[in-house]
């Protein structure tokens, strides 16, 4: 069984590519190793994997995917919009990582202690925000590299130093 834990958000499923059982796959966080050969679903609480036939790229962000034992576009259409997690060991090594990214993450202020995990990216506005959950409230911070003093990425923990009173 596969444990969330030793995955990474990477993008979403996008709608199906012609009719053979190609799908798009939208990158969000960071691009694909050659290694990839699958990427994981969330349904119904169990990560699922989805193995690949091949995979070409359509353009910095977008893959065009066959999924293995799908042949049609209604085949692969349950997929659409689906939240797609990758193996931690495949991302590349890149210090341009989306704020994506770092949704799961743990996070901690230096002067106020700890705070939460990120649960989502709000970026509806022109400032993006970490969607902090902690306990039955929801904190926003701004993701502003200014404020990030320290990031752990193998513990996936952030120590923030925030400017007093923005909590």
């Known amino acids: 069984m596969l444990k969330k834990d030793d995955f990474t958000y990477f993008g979403k499923f996008l709608k199906p590519h012609g009719t053979k ?8 966080s960071f691009t694909l190793g050659d290694e990839c050969d699958f990427v994981a679903v969330e349904i119904d609480g169990i990560l699922v994997p989805f193995f ?3 995979k070409k790229s359509k353009n910095n962000d977008t893959l065009i995917v066959k999924v293995e034992r799908m042949n049609s576009a209604d085949e692969v259409r349950f997929l659409t919009n689906r939240e797609v997690f990758i193996p931690r060991e495949w991302i ?9 990214y770092f949704r799961g993450f743990t996070t901690e202020d230096a002067n106020t202690g700890t705070l939460g995990s990120i649960v989502d990216i709000d970026d509806s506005t022109i400032n993006t925000l970490f969607v902090i959950e902690r306990g039955d409230e929801e904190i926003l911070i701004p993701a502003q590299e200014e ?3 320290k990031i752990d990425h193998k513990k996936r923990h952030i120590l923030f130093n925030l400017p007093e009173g923005l909590i």
């Open 21 to 28: 059982g190609e799908i798009g796959l939208l990158g969000e």
């Open 52 to 54: 690949f036939e091949y």
């Open 92 to 100: 590349e090594e890149s210090d341009n990582y989306s704020w994506s």
């Open 147 to 149: 404020f990030i003093e």
